[in-house]
């Protein structure tokens, strides 16, 4: 998993009552309304990691990942001056909360870098939650406003919260092609001869149903560069990328496969075809972050995406 993903993945295991991690959020009423949103204030607009919000007393928080020590000051403005209005206006607000809401910046970030983060927000005049995460750490405090309790949670056999979401737009092309790479697989192992972009994107991004529609498009269109890396490098005449226009949707057209040598000939193909995407994609070193188990070839479902087809704006 991308390690700049890691805040992220603490705010989706926080919301989720599912024992995989802390659950603190979820506990207190949050659920997830949407991933990669546009947020306007009158101070700007900005894109936030995940906007949660919760019930009676209704409270919507803007959630901001942070992978440094630093605080983009104009960027903390703008989710200061974010209110229910606003992004009522915008369409960013869940049509169940109430037009009064409290909206409330939560910086996300990472627990050895609390303390530069908290001196960023107090020079520029803003006050703002934050949690802060480690391996089996979560801890938030702050000015909490009505409906949110801080927490401090500590527990070695937790460790890293899980990696729901695994690779964005701006993950490296290596780490989203090697995804990609695993959808092409199955799809030729059932010898599709065609694989839809987004849908597998939606296999990918396992939140895909609350990724932003803007935030789907970014997505699609980064695996439009991995499919044309893996059809000029690893899967070379295996593979194109077909056109794609505003009424057909960007298509892999699967043009060889190993599922169609003979019994003898294709275990050697697939080993062939793996050791061309090791050489092409391989990452050396030690991950930072604990990987979710790879998937087998049978594990990869080419059936629907699960959940209700949410498309936040």
């Given at each position: ?6 805040p ?6 926080l ?26 204030s ?12 919760r019930?009676e ?5 803007l ?24 992004l009522?206006?915008?369409g ?5 909360v109430a ?6 910046p ?21 006050a703002?939650?934050?949690?802060s995460?480690?391996r ?27 990696g ?28 599709l ?27 699609v ?5 991995c ?16 056109p ?7 298509r892999?057209?699967?043009e ?44 990869l ?8 087809d949410?498309?936040?704006?």
């Open positions: 998993m991308d390690p700049r993903l890691l992220l993945n603490a705010v989706l295991a919301v989720h009552a599912d024992g995989t991690w802390f659950h603190d959020l979820a506990e207190q009423g949050f659920r997830l309304h949407a991933i990669e949103l546009k947020v306007h009158s101070a700007g607009i900005a894109v936030t990691d995940a906007v949660v919000y019930r007393p209704d409270l919507v928080l959630c901001e990942g942070k992978s440094g020590r630093n605080v983009e000051a104009a960027q903390a403005r703008k989710y200061a001056a974010a209110d229910a209005a606003a009522r206006r915008s960013a607000l869940p049509v169940e037009q009064d809401a409290t909206v409330s939560l910086f996300v970030v990472r627990d050895e870098v609390r303390a530069d983060i908290e001196a960023g927000l107090r020079d520029c005049g803003v703002a939650l934050v949690l995460i480690g089996g750490v979560a801890r938030l405090d702050g000015p909490c406003p009505a409906g949110l309790e801080a927490f401090d949670r500590r527990d070695a056999s937790k460790r890293w919260p899980p729901r979401v695994r690779a964005d737009h701006q993950s490296p092309i290596e780490e989203l092609a090697e995804l990609l790479a695993q959808q092409i697989g199955a799809a030729q192992a059932r010898r001869s065609v694989l839809d972009l987004e849908e597998a994107a939606a296999r990918i991004y396992r939140l895909w149903p609350q990724l932003s529609l803007s935030g789907r498009r970014d997505f269109r980064r695996l439009k560069d499919a044309r890396h893996l059809a000029n490098n690893a899967l070379k005449g295996a593979i194109r990328l077909g794609g226009s505003s009424d057909v949707p960007a892999i057209l699967i060889r496969t190993p599922a169609d040598r003979d019994a003898r000939g294709m275990p050697q193909a697939w080993q062939a075809q793996s050791r061309h995407l090791a050489a092409d994609l391989g990452r050396g070193g030690e991950p930072t972050v604990e990987e979710d188990p790879q998937l087998s070839l049978d594990d479902d080419l059936g629907e995406a699960d959940g209700p949410r498309r936040p704006e």
